[in-house]
């Protein structure tokens, strides 16, 4: 696991609980979700059976966190869900959740079962840095898709974007270049290219 990916994953389980987005009938749902376990080899969650997001889940197996830190720290993930059957991982999450055991008291853990999350992709945003930065992460095999916007080769060296780019993300060049750590993707760069020549970023999913 790389460092940008280690540091996502404490991030989500230092903040813990989190927006959760699922699927229903082809329609956006979501719900707060508590992050259990950060391992290395992915996220750990708790279900109960009977719950509507689980249904989901289970109908569509995936799913997107978001979360931000006390000091506006934001963190998105997006990724593949994979069920466990395996009563060792519901009782460590119990060890090292201990307020669980007041919801599911004895027994009545039973109805519970654990999920985690092996593969995805996502950036971590920091919105207190001056200028902001941005880093984007993947892991279990996906690929990290590129934040930013970028200048194409059909740049003509303008300086037109440079001037209206909020966070000074623009450097010159004979082709301009758009530094993606510090890339807003506000848009404003592409709104006012003479050239058509600034395209969007691929986005997380």
């Known amino acids: 696991m790389d460092d940008v990916t280690k540091r996502a994953f404490g991030l989500l389980r230092e903040i813990k609980s989190v927006a959760g987005a699922t699927v229903d009938s082809g329609m956006p749902d979501n719900r707060i979700l508590d992050v259990m376990l950060a391992e290395d080899d992915g996220i750990y ?9 689980c249904r989901q889940l289970r ?5 997107a ?3 931000m830190t006390s000091d506006y720290v934001m963190v998105r993930l997006i990724g593949d869900v994979e069920f466990l059957d395996d009563d060792r991982i519901v009782d460590r999450i119990f060890e090292e959740n201990p307020m669980l055991n007041d919801l599911y008291p ?3 853990r039973r109805i519970t079962f654990a999920y985690r999350i092996p593969r995805g992709r996502g950036e971590i945003f920091e919105l207190s840095t001056h200028p902001i930065r941005r880093e984007r992460f993947a892991f279990g095999g996906e690929e990290i898709h590129p934040s930013g916007y970028v200048i194409t080769d059909r740049c003509i060296a303008c300086g037109i974007c440079v ?5 000074a993300a623009i450097s010159e060049g004979d082709v301009y270049c758009i530094n993606p750590s510090m890339c807003l993707e506000c848009g404003s760069c592409r709104e006012v290219c003479p050239e058509e020549a600034i395209e969007p970023s691929v986005g997380l999913s």
Do not use: F, N, S
Request: hydrophobic share 35%; with cysteine; glycine share 16%.
């Open 106 to 108: 004895g027994d009545r």
């Open 59 to 63: 109908e569509v197996p995936r799913i």
């Open 45 to 53: 969650m708790l279900g109960v059976e009977g719950k509507a997001y």
């Open 65 to 67: 966190l978001v979360g």
């Open 163 to 167: 001037d209206v780019c909020p966070t």
